[in-house]
């Protein structure tokens, strides 16, 4: 029979050719395989830093090149749900308008507090010739002047449970450990009222009713709290923050919390020596 | 003087500020007026010979303690838990409310008062207080005065020693 393939006779030769078969499709592609590999390897080599320039050049011009679309999706996003938007904003912004406002009233308190030091100085009187020329009536100059201002009380109370610790009083006229117990409990109310990220962790320093105004320095084992009446500058506020500060340094913090609690008549003392 | 803070706590409408009320000025109103916030006043007893003055804080009432301002409690030497006798509503949290309370003050002393006892028979105080899962230490009434006095006796004669 002519053409047919020949099936070899002896073992061997039938055995190669079983094993051409099988493997040199394998072989082949293996080849292929290696060869790819070794092309990719090559070719990350030179991909991979135009990759990262590419990376980096997105990057950096991320609104340039994907600004349109980013503000569309803003826009989009804001037209579905503006609360959401407005919830992650107004945060930030409340602060940073607070931010802002407080350190304008700063700085015009700074500037009020300089121009009435020149004013009353006798470096001054210049300024205070200017200021008559140009109409501005001296009372408006001297209205933020500091006799004006009296301590009425001092009182040393007790963190959380408000007890009185030691007073001063220029009149004696109200129930001091009632004072101390309501002044804790606003504390308490106020400072509990407002938790949200900003109030967090923050303590009421300033009560004012009319022409009063309590301040309120908090320690850790107790606080201080000054009723005063008059105008009272930033400046003023400042000085008697450091006073208070500094009292609660020189007499208060040698004592035990113990000492503190048990030694009213001593402190009364000297609150009055230090503050009348 | 000794002085201590004490809390009135309970659920809302129970009698705290009448109890308060009637133990600082002697008077009762059968108007309900909800406390807001907190209310501090004080009154010097006589314990044991000693006077002891009592800063007595009355708060606003929560069906459950837990959802009172925490730093109220605290500098607490004790605590008045004060539910209405004639609704149970104002008792059923009663065993958690003072599991969480003794939490906060481990060394405080906690009373627990039923209050409007005015309104109830005998009888029917004896069930209300049988039924409940804690003891209950004094039985108020903050209309008629009946015990007002001596719960801040009791309470006064443990926390002068504290
Ligand atoms: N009959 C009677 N009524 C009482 C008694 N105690 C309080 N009441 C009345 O119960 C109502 C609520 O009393 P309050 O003392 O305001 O209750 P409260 O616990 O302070 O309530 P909140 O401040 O809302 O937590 C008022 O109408 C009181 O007149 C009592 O002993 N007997
Ligand atoms: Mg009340």
Redesign the interface.
């Known amino acids: 029979m002519n053409g047919q393939h020949q099936i070899p006779q002896d073992e061997d030769t039938q055995l190669q050719v079983i094993k051409n078969i099988l493997l040199t499709g394998t072989n082949k592609d293996l080849g292929e395989i290696k060869d790819i590999l070794a092309k990719k390897d090559q070719l990350s080599h030179h991909i991979d830093p135009v990759l990262e320039d590419k990376i980096l050049y997105i990057k950096e011009n991320f609104d340039k090149i994907f600004g349109n679309e980013v503000d569309m999706l803003v826009d989009k996003r804001l037209a579905e749900s503006p609360e959401q938007l407005l919830a992650i904003i107004s945060p930030m912004l409340g602060r940073l308008i607070k931010k802002y406002i407080a350190h304008q009233f700063q700085m015009l308190r700074e500037n009020i507090d300089q121009n009435i030091k020149q004013a009353t100085s006798s470096q001054g009187v210049m300024g205070r010739i200017k200021a008559q020329l140009f109409g501005i009536k001296s009372s408006d100059i001297i209205l933020s002047n500091v006799d004006a201002i009296v301590i009425k009380e001092i009182y040393v109370i007790k963190r959380h449970s408000g007890l009185v610790m030691g007073s001063y009083s220029i009149d004696n006229t109200i129930d001091r450990d009632m004072i101390g117990g309501m002044l804790t409990a606003i504390k308490a109310f106020v400072e509990d009222a407002i938790t949200d990220e900003e109030g967090k962790g923050e303590e009421l320093e300033m009560i004012q009713y009319g022409n009063y105004k309590i301040f309120i320095q908090n320690f850790y084992n107790y606080y201080i709290a000054v009723v005063m009446s008059g105008t009272i500058s930033s400046a003023h506020r400042n000085d008697l923050s450091d006073k208070m500060i500094s009292f609660a340094e020189r007499e208060l913090s040698t004592l035990s919390p113990k000492e503190i609690a048990t030694n009213d008549d001593m402190i009364s003392h000297k609150l009055k020596e230090y503050f009348s | 003087m000794i002085?201590?803070?004490v809390i009135l706590t309970g659920s809302f409408g129970v009698g705290k500020t009448s109890l308060f009320n009637q133990f600082v000025y002697s008077r009762f109103s059968d108007k309900y007026l909800t406390t807001i916030?907190?209310?501090?006043?004080?009154k010097v007893i006589k314990v044991k010979d000693r006077d002891l003055?009592i800063?007595l804080?009355d708060i606003a009432g929560e069906v459950s303690q837990d959802k009172v301002?925490v730093?109220?409690f605290?500098?607490?030497?004790g605590i008045i838990y004060v539910f209405d006798l004639t609704r149970p509503t104002t008792h059923k949290n009663i065993a958690e409310d003072i599991e969480y309370l003794k939490g906060l003050l481990p060394d405080g002393v906690v009373k627990i008062v039923g209050n409007k006892s005015d309104l109830l028979g005998k009888d029917q105080i004896e069930k209300v207080v049988a039924d409940m899962p804690l003891h209950c230490d004094v039985i108020t009434s903050a209309k008629t005065g009946d015990n007002v006095e001596e719960l801040f006796q009791v309470i006064g004669s443990e926390l002068i020693d504290l």
């Open positions: 002085s201590k803070k916030g907190v209310k501090v006043n004080k003055s800063l804080w301002p730093s109220y605290l500098g607490a030497s």
